[in-house]
């Protein structure tokens, strides 16, 4: 993955906390409203992002390896749109990461195409065994990621967590503030995780 | 076992050209970190949720929570 492709995400991430401060009373507060947020995704982004949940395909025992998905659509008149569809019944944890997960890839499409991902199978092969050499299209996954954890859990609120959660426990109550899932917390505090983004951190 | 493979093989190589028909270009996925499923899971899942796309088996998201106050219009 290219450090500016951490960069440009945390970028956007971080022009994004700016607009969601000017416009929200206790912008700087946690956890953000993932619906104001929505709001502010359409209005940068300036093209649809339709937002729906499956009616079939649940996630009600939050096991579910794959939450949503994410499609880019060209339309015949030349414009495009975007669809978001997640898995119905995930707890707000999981509803709202998935959720911001899937709007950083509308923000971060600048419509270069390699980044594009075509063909499933492919890609799932590669999401499965995350090769040294990733594609482009693994790496937008990663990066989404990455854009979605600054703006929900920004890099100094991480760095103040570092330093005092160290239990099961911690990471629960520190989910809960932030309303993200549990596991990502944990990723998120961990030490290769934390060291890596050091690299970054005059920049966040 | 590889029989259930090759079938949602073909069932993704099948959503791929209706998806691509309809002008999708670009398909992303949220996969759980920590997974713990077989592999096989994962691309049945895959299949399914493009299948349910295609399907029209979905409804618009309520997006009426999750809100804070704005701040007024100055």
């Given at each position: 993955m290219g450090v500016h492709d951490i960069f440009r995400t945390l970028n956007i991430a971080q022009e994004m906390a700016e607009v969601y401060k000017l416009e929200m009373?206790?912008?700087?507060?946690?956890?953000?409203?993932m619906n104001d947020f929505v709001d502010m995704c359409k209005s940068r982004v300036a093209v649809p992002i339709n937002i729906s949940e499956y009616t079939?395909?649940?996630?009600s025992d939050g096991k579910a390896d794959v939450k949503g998905k994410y499609f880019r659509i060209n339309q015949a008149d030349g414009k495009h749109h975007y669809d978001i569809l997640l898995k119905s019944e995930m707890n707000d944890c999981w509803h709202r990461f998935v959720k911001c997960k899937e709007l950083f890839h509308a923000l971060l499409d600048?419509?270069?195409?390699?980044?594009?991902?075509?063909d499933t199978l492919r890609h799932i092969e590669e999401c499965l065994t995350d090769?040294?050499?990733?594609s482009l299209a693994l790496t937008s996954e990663w990066i989404a990621q990455v854009g979605a954890a600054e703006f929900l859990f920004p890099y100094k609120a991480r760095l103040t967590h570092y330093k005092t959660d160290k239990t099961k426990d911690d990471f629960y109550k520190t989910a809960k503030l932030y309303k993200i899932p549990q596991d990502y917390i944990e990723i998120y505090l961990s030490s290769p995780y934390m060291d890596y983004f050091e690299v970054f951190s005059h920049h966040i | 076992m590889e029989t259930k493979k090759m079938n949602v093989e073909e069932r993704l190589k099948k959503a791929d050209e209706a998806l691509s028909k309809m002008g999708v270009v670009d398909k992303k996925f949220f996969f759980a970190a920590r997974s713990e499923s077989l592999p096989s899971k994962v691309y049945e899942d895959v299949a399914d949720m493009e299948e349910a796309y295609l399907n029209g088996k979905y409804k618009p998201l309520?997006?009426?929570?999750?809100r804070g106050t704005r701040k007024p219009i100055a």
């Amino acid at each position: 993955m290219g450090v500016h492709d951490i960069f440009r995400t945390l970028n956007i991430a971080q022009e994004m906390a700016e607009v969601y401060k000017l416009e929200m009373l206790n912008g700087d507060g946690f956890p953000r409203f993932m619906n104001d947020f929505v709001d502010m995704c359409k209005s940068r982004v300036a093209v649809p992002i339709n937002i729906s949940e499956y009616t079939e395909l649940k996630d009600s025992d939050g096991k579910a390896d794959v939450k949503g998905k994410y499609f880019r659509i060209n339309q015949a008149d030349g414009k495009h749109h975007y669809d978001i569809l997640l898995k119905s019944e995930m707890n707000d944890c999981w509803h709202r990461f998935v959720k911001c997960k899937e709007l950083f890839h509308a923000l971060l499409d600048d419509g270069k195409d390699q980044y594009y991902s075509n063909d499933t199978l492919r890609h799932i092969e590669e999401c499965l065994t995350d090769p040294p050499e990733a594609s482009l299209a693994l790496t937008s996954e990663w990066i989404a990621q990455v854009g979605a954890a600054e703006f929900l859990f920004p890099y100094k609120a991480r760095l103040t967590h570092y330093k005092t959660d160290k239990t099961k426990d911690d990471f629960y109550k520190t989910a809960k503030l932030y309303k993200i899932p549990q596991d990502y917390i944990e990723i998120y505090l961990s030490s290769p995780y934390m060291d890596y983004f050091e690299v970054f951190s005059h920049h966040i | 076992m590889e029989t259930k493979k090759m079938n949602v093989e073909e069932r993704l190589k099948k959503a791929d050209e209706a998806l691509s028909k309809m002008g999708v270009v670009d398909k992303k996925f949220f996969f759980a970190a920590r997974s713990e499923s077989l592999p096989s899971k994962v691309y049945e899942d895959v299949a399914d949720m493009e299948e349910a796309y295609l399907n029209g088996k979905y409804k618009p998201l309520d997006l009426s929570g999750d809100r804070g106050t704005r701040k007024p219009i100055a």
